[in-house]
């Protein structure tokens, strides 16, 4: 779990030093009203909102780290996008703290040529509510580590 914290406090640092820079060009933003805490399923952390957000509202655009097969060691595979069989990213922002749904509220789209996730909500979501996206749509991202679906 320290290594957990840890992780998304460095990725959390290297959106704000990232983001000095890019946010002008390419229109990097985190929400106001998000906030990450402790999830309600007793995960570990996940991402809140204190205030209604409207069904289609973008939420999140933050850059993100491409990776090859050879970068994708250790925990960080538990928290990257595929983009293809070569190659993922690694979101900065809150972008790797959203939890999994079968049911998400969030939608999200890589610009490969821009290294940027964008999450977007696909219903409404109301206040101290918790933002889910689908991480897959099969089991085989929880069979292969051996985690329980939610």
């Given at each position: 779990?320290?290594k957990?914290i ?6 959390y ?9 890019l ?11 998000l ?6 399923l ?10 209604f ?8 655009r ?6 090859k097969p050879?970068d994708?060691?250790g ?9 293809d ?17 079968n ?17 977007k909500?696909?219903k409404?979501?109301y206040?101290?509510?918790e ?5 897959c ?12 679906q939610?």
């Amino acid at each position: 779990m320290l290594k957990l914290i840890l992780i998304c406090i460095f990725i959390y640092i290297l959106y704000k030093l990232f983001s000095k820079f890019l946010c002008k060009k390419t229109n990097l933003f985190i929400l106001d009203s998000l906030y990450v805490k402790q999830s309600n399923l007793n995960i570990g952390y996940g991402v809140f909102t204190s205030s209604f957000i409207p069904k289609n509202t973008v939420i999140e655009r933050s850059y993100g780290l491409i990776l090859k097969p050879i970068d994708r060691k250790g925990i960080i595979a538990n928290y990257d996008f595929y983009i293809d069989e070569k190659t993922s990213i690694l979101g900065l922002g809150y972008i790797s703290i959203y939890n999994h749904s079968n049911n998400p509220n969030l939608e999200y789209d890589i610009d490969v040529n821009k290294q940027t996730i964008t999450l977007k909500t696909t219903k409404n979501v109301y206040p101290n509510q918790e933002l889910f996206v689908s991480y897959c749509d099969d089991d085989e991202w929880f069979v292969t580590r051996h985690i329980a679906q939610i």
